[in-house]
């Protein structure tokens, strides 16, 4: 079993910044792909940043590029989202996930290649 938890949500201006963390507690080894999916209301989830297990491989969302940078810790069990620039198109409710998985995303992450799932943070940009 895995269990996921995000933090660091809140509202911020446009322009402003967020660090979303993210702990994660195996009960077995395991090799774990993470990400940061999110969703807003009335929209599918989207992956907006992946990170392989190794953290050298990564996936950014087009409109996330440039603005969040994806990390872990994996010593600590922790993912994180630097924020920057934000926007008020990234209002949504974030998502942690973890994959025991990794393909060399291109374009499109399918939330189905992420397993277990974190109960989200929100994040509110205001204009």
């Known amino acids: 079993q895995v269990q996921v938890e995000e933090s660091g949500g809140g509202l911020v201006e446009a322009g402003g910044s967020l660090r979303l963390s993210c702990t994660y507690s195996t009960a077995a080894f395991g090799d774990y792909a993470m990400g940061w999916f999110r969703q807003a209301p009335g929209k599918e989830r989207e992956a907006v940043s992946c990170?392989?297990?190794?953290?050298?491989?990564?996936y950014y969302h087009q409109s996330v590029k440039g603005r969040f940078t994806i990390s872990r810790d994996n010593a600590e069990n922790t993912l994180y989202l630097q924020m920057n620039s934000l926007k008020p198109e990234d209002t949504a409710m974030y998502y942690c996930?973890?994959?025991?998985?990794?393909?060399?995303?291109?374009?499109?992450?399918?939330?189905?290649?992420?397993?277990?799932w974190g109960q989200g943070t929100q994040v509110t940009v205001s204009s």
């Open positions: 990170i392989n297990f190794s953290g050298d491989s990564f």
């Open positions: 996930a973890a994959g025991t998985k990794w393909r060399e995303y291109k374009d499109y992450v399918p939330p189905d290649d992420f397993h277990y």
